[in-house]
């Protein structure tokens, strides 16, 4: 493998595309339906461009994350997963410091050529306050019980949220003389995306602990605090199931109440639901009542991945069913 290939490689770009996968299935297939749902010939305000560029700053900051967390999880990564070694064998440790700094650089001059366009200077102390937040993960809060794992979620459920971070604002200041009321407007809007955000946030505390259950051997011997280590195996699958459990009746509730299945026309968005999230979603409880070695661990994981792409996926039909209703 060539050193380009392996700086890729260390950025994880597949979790990269999902990330921008994410944002763009927001804006288009559940933002854009509700916008014209208003009937009121509401756009976009944020230009493709810039939010192209807002993308951009959310995967520098993703794969400097990575980066920066191979690169302090080398010796235990020798030992967790030593066929995926890369800091240290194929990229030096030199190299990867650079490109995590240079990432987080353009990501911060990214956010300030949007904050500068946009008016929302606001904007400029996310990429700060991440990339701060992911310096600290790896030496410090990932070795901690529980904290690690928080840092994660709200990481990832940032996506959503910055999905309309500079947008709405903007939407907002256009167009709110032409609304009576335009609070229940923009907080529908909101709600969606705090919505995905709430689901990815749960879905992600518990894949970062069956992930803690995968690398017990490896953190151990790294001095590391996480839940299995301190709690053991069966608390922490114990604990992993209720995050699961709550994310199912939520995720229940939520397809009942958007798309009541009582009513004919929503029955088909409905039972997408459930096929997409519920159904791949109870069975990650039912794993969890059942593993007891790392392979089932891993099976775990991957069943958390698929539940997350099937919560991508329905935005597709969260969006054919906000347009058929307009």
């Not at 994410?22 to 916008?35: D, E, K």
């Not at 904007?123 to 310096?135: D, K, Q, R, S």
């Not at 709550?246 to 004919?264: D, E, K, R, S, Y």
Request: charged fraction near 15%.
């Amino acid at each position: 493998m060539s050193g380009v290939s392996a700086l890729i490689r260390l950025s994880r770009p597949v979790n990269l595309i999902i990330m921008a996968l994410t944002m763009y299935a927001l804006r288009f297939l559940v933002m854009l339906p509700l916008l014209r749902k208003s009937g009121l010939g509401i756009h976009f305000q944020l230009s493709e461009g810039l939010f192209f560029l807002s993308c951009l700053v959310l995967l520098a900051l993703g794969a400097a994350g990575n980066i920066i967390n191979d690169y302090f999880d080398r010796k235990v990564d020798a030992i967790n997963k030593p066929d995926k070694l890369i800091v240290g064998r194929l990229v030096k440790r030199r190299v990867a410091m650079i490109m995590h700094q240079g990432l987080n650089i353009l990501a911060v001059i990214l956010a300030l050529f949007i904050c500068w366009h946009t008016n929302r200077w606001s904007g400029m102390l996310f990429p700060v306050i991440i990339a701060t937040i992911l310096w600290w993960y790896s030496p410090v809060l990932k070795k901690q019980a529980f904290y690690g794992n928080l840092v994660v979620a709200i990481m990832v459920a940032a996506i959503p949220i910055w999905t309309g971070y500079y947008e709405i604002p903007l939407l907002r200041a256009h167009y709110s003389d032409m609304m009576g009321d335009p609070a229940p407007f923009f907080r529908g809007l909101w709600l969606w995306l705090f919505a995905y955000a709430l689901f990815a946030f749960l879905l992600t505390l518990a894949r970062e602990a069956v992930k803690d259950l995968e690398d017990i051997e490896g953190d151990r011997l790294g001095e590391y605090r996480t839940l299995p280590i301190l709690w053991g195996e069966t608390k922490t699958l114990i604990y992993t199931r209720n995050i699961l459990a709550v994310t199912l009746i939520l995720v229940f509730a939520g397809a009942v109440w958007m798309f009541n299945p009582l009513v004919a026309e929503n029955r088909f968005t409905f039972g997408i639901a459930i096929l997409l999230v519920f159904l791949p979603l109870l069975a990650c409880v039912r794993m969890t009542s059942k593993a007891r070695q790392k392979s089932d661990y891993t099976k775990l994981s991957r069943w958390l991945k698929i539940v997350m792409a099937g919560g991508i996926a329905f935005t597709w039909f969260a969006g054919e069913w906000i347009s058929a209703s307009v």
